[in-house]
């Protein structure tokens, strides 16, 4: 007596195959959610540990280490080479990486250093798909990437200390916390930065003395976090990236780097560190007053601007 066993017909085969591509598709975005609020998690780590850094430098210097030193030259312009190390460089100890400091010749200008070109996690946010892409191939070429900016100059463009209205340092500028009047449970330390979208693009290079690790002028064109704004970051080089009015990290081309946005890819909004070395998750629509030159005056100024002057003597409450 023969058996029969009754397979899949073709259709039933079809149907089943369909329901796992529609089981898979709704999984998948589930998946890409729980990996990216962990590389979310991770880059406000990195951010906190910025923060520890920080302190003890200060703990061990008396003050916040300098934006970097500038010898000769335009401090705002990144191709003029006698430049020496930065505050990522400086902070190098304090985030385990001795043997990287030790090699660093504080003799000789930051484009000539072999170590610009150490890719650190610590200093490059997980989010971004840029930190890992190719170095930048300005001012001397070989600058490796990240994602985090020490709030320089708020209230006017380029490098220079702003004084009162400025960030926690400036080019051959260290400031103390003693300096920072308006607290530093008020007061950005640094926040997220894009890298740049290609290898001319100089943005987001961890080493460079300069406003590739920094942000400044938060105000008119610049002033809002991931402001997509087409002039939102004056820069050199940007035409011969190709990137004027690209966004969404639009750019102005100069002759020298003056302006640079706060960014991340985070959806609607970034990471900042505050002096007092909390992280915290900014909006991108935290209230902020345009303003055409400058932060404009004090009781004029929106959250954003305040955040970012360590003695405006502002009132902020809460954000």
Known sequence: MSSFRRGFTLIELLVVIAIIAILISLLLPAVQQAREAARRIQCKNNLKQIGLALHNYHDAHKSFPPFFISRTGNPSRIADADKGANWLVFLLP?????????SWDFDIPANQNDGRSAPLSM??????????????????GGWARGNYGMNVSP??????????DGGIGAANTSVRIRDITDGTTNTIAVEELRAGLNEN?????????????GTAAMFNDGSKPNSKEPNSDDMENCAVAGL???????????????????RSVHTGGLH???????????SDSIDFS???????PAADRGVWQKLHTRGGGEIIGEF
């Not at 304090?94 to 030790?102: A, E, R, S, T």
């Not at 892409?133 to 001397?140: F, L, M, P, Q």
């Open 94 to 102: 304090f985030v385990d990486q001795q043997n990287l400091y030790d």
């Open 123 to 140: 200093y490059k946010c997980p989010s971004d798909p840029q930190s890992d892409a190719d170095h930048c191939v300005y001012a001397g």
């Open 155 to 164: 209230c006017s463009h380029g490098v220079g200390d702003d004084g009162a």
């Open 201 to 213: 693009d100089l943005r987001g290079s961890w080493a460079m003395p300069g406003l590739g690790a």
């Open 244 to 262: 004027f009015g690209v966004p969404p990290m639009g750019c102005f081309d100069g002759t020298s780097t003056g302006q640079m946005t706060a």
């Open 272 to 282: 900042i560190l505050l002096a007092d070395g909390s992280a915290r998750f900014i």
């Open 290 to 296: 345009r303003g055409n030159t400058d932060c404009g």
